[in-house]
């Protein structure tokens, strides 16, 4: 489903893409739909058509890449809500598409995300899509949808010696917690900013929920202590709004069974409003 987030000055056209297909808990899918009742929007939502294995994943991320090009084609920005994080081989895929040049990409994640169906020892999908988009293993076969040096991986502080190997032999800029918190957010974030900007037609951002301290965004289901603060995530992402080579945000892995307060919720519904510069109005 496409929604709008709008005020007099601004639209933002919202992909809800609700596939746990990927995930050991597929209770993630129920995310974009409790994000699009807080915004107060009903309607259809992009779903797997297949109940599961790479046959379906494949064919939910190619549904999803064709949407969110056919999307971003008439418009400036857009947002993706994603069910698992494994989505992402499709929503990144259509932007790549749709920028018309190559594409640069921020991935804020407490994993890497860069197995491959041969090196993960769960075989779960949403532990790949970093790899696929680099157009490594079995779902990166169609090719790669962003250049290793495009890509930045920030918080990253839970992982597995193949998938470090991976990045690490193709010079992916990985910035652990460690150096995050050395450095600052602020600093950080100016360094994937410059490294998705080189020589990019435009770049996005996906922020896997678990990326962010499990204080904030209890809503996950794999949450890793010692993540990214909200209150250090949402002042970097402000400016964005104004970065026209800035095309499009992804929100995964928000499992509302989970969630505590509304706090993960909250907080998703404030990353939405930042880059669209549009006030909303939640239903709870």
């Not at 076969?141 to 991976?166: I, K, M, Q, T, Y």
């Not at 992916?172 to 450095?183: A, P, Y």
Request: glycine share 12%; net charge negative.
């Amino acid at each position: 489903m496409v929604i709008d987030m709008e005020d007099k000055q601004s639209v933002l056209k919202i992909i809800a893409a609700a596939s746990g297909i990927g995930a050991p808990d597929q209770r993630c899918a129920l995310g974009p739909e409790a994000v699009m009742a807080a915004l107060g929007r009903q309607g259809e939502i992009i779903t797997p058509s297949l109940s599961g294995g790479r046959e379906a994943l494949e064919s939910f991320v190619a549904e999803l890449a064709n949407a969110a090009a056919v999307l971003l084609k008439t418009e400036q920005r857009i947002a993706i809500l994603s069910g698992d994080h494994s989505c992402a081989i499709g929503s990144w895929r259509g932007v790549s598409r749709a920028v018309g040049g190559s594409l640069g990409l921020i991935w804020v994640d407490a994993h890497m995300d860069a197995h491959t169906p041969e090196s993960s020892p769960s075989g779960h999908w949403h532990g790949m899509p970093v790899a696929a988009l680099l157009g490594q293993g079995a779902l990166g076969r169609d090719g790669a949808v962003v250049r290793p040096e495009n890509l930045c991986l920030l918080g990253v502080r839970s992982f597995e010696a193949p998938e470090a190997e991976l990045l690490q032999r193709l010079g992916v800029r990985v910035m652990g917690m460690d150096e995050v918190n050395c450095i600052g957010m602020e600093a950080a974030m100016a360094e994937a900013l410059t490294i998705a900007k080189a020589g990019t037609a435009g770049y996005g951002l996906s922020i896997d929920l678990d990326g962010l301290d499990p204080a904030d965004a209890p809503a996950v289901g794999s949450p890793v202590v010692g993540g990214i603060r909200a209150a250090e995530l949402l002042p970097a992402l402000a400016g964005l709004q104004l970065d026209a080579q800035f095309r499009a945000l992804e929100v995964a892995e928000f499992n509302p069974v989970n969630d505590v307060e509304q706090r993960t919720l909250q907080l998703v519904l404030q990353m939405l409003e930042l880059i669209s510069g549009a006030a909303y109005e939640s239903n709870h």
